[in-house]
Structure formats: C-alpha cells, structure tokens
C-alpha cells in the first residue's frame, strides 16, 4: 500500500501563496499518476491538478491554470503543489491521491489539509 501525508496548508490573504506538499511511502513504486483534489464546504470534491509520476506530464483544472504549478520530487516521492495567487474561493481542504495506471480511479488519499483564504 502507498500512504499519503499533505502538509503546506495555512491561513492567507488573497494574492498570497502557499505550497502544499505530499509524501508517499509505502509501495511507491506502484504509483502511475498523482492528483490534487479539493473540497469547499457544501461542495463535491473537485479535481485541481495531476502530474505522471514517471513522464511529468501535468494536468490542471481552468480555475486554477496560470496560478497554480504541480510537480514533484522522484527521488524524495514527494509531490507539491504551487498555489500564487490565492483567492477567497480556494478555500477548501486540499486533499492528495494516486493512481497506479492508465485506466484506474484514484484510490489512496491522504488526510487532507486545509488551505482558507480571507480577502
């Protein structure tokens, strides 16, 4: 099994910036893809970000592209997540996960951390 720790989370102003990190251990070797997700009060959880764990290749939901940057350590097995810009509406619990191939769900998720961001 892979487990997954976030870290990074705070309180901000708006036009802050923060960065979030993920470390996995465990059977890392396993992992395909890494995703961020997160969830405002009141809301599904929606995709933010996702990079291949081998290749690099990084994906980002509109609301965050331009502002946000994912990527991550191989050698650390650790993931980040560049958030410039911050705005009142990014507020949520910033949650990570992997997947580990082309065609699974995300299946390991970590505790979450809380990212709250005040105008």
């Known amino acids: 099994q892979v487990q997954l720790v976030e870290s990074g989370g705070g309180s901000v102003q708006a036009g802050d910036s923060l960065r979030l990190s993920c470390a996995a251990s465990g059977r890392t070797f396993s992992i395909y893809q890494m995703g961020w997700f997160r969830q405002a009060p009141g809301k599904e959880r929606e995709f933010v970000a996702s990079i291949h764990w081998t290749f690099g290749n990084s994906y980002y939901a509109d609301s965050v592209k331009g502002r946000f940057t994912i990527s991550r350590d191989n050698v650390k097995n650790t993931m980040y997540l560049q958030m410039n810009s911050l705005k009142p509406e990014d507020t949520a619990v910033y949650y990570c996960?992997?997947?580990?191939?082309?065609?699974?769900?995300?299946?390991?998720w970590g505790q979450g951390t809380q990212v709250t961001v005040s105008s």
């Open positions: 996960a992997i997947k580990q191939s082309a065609v699974a769900d995300y299946s390991r």
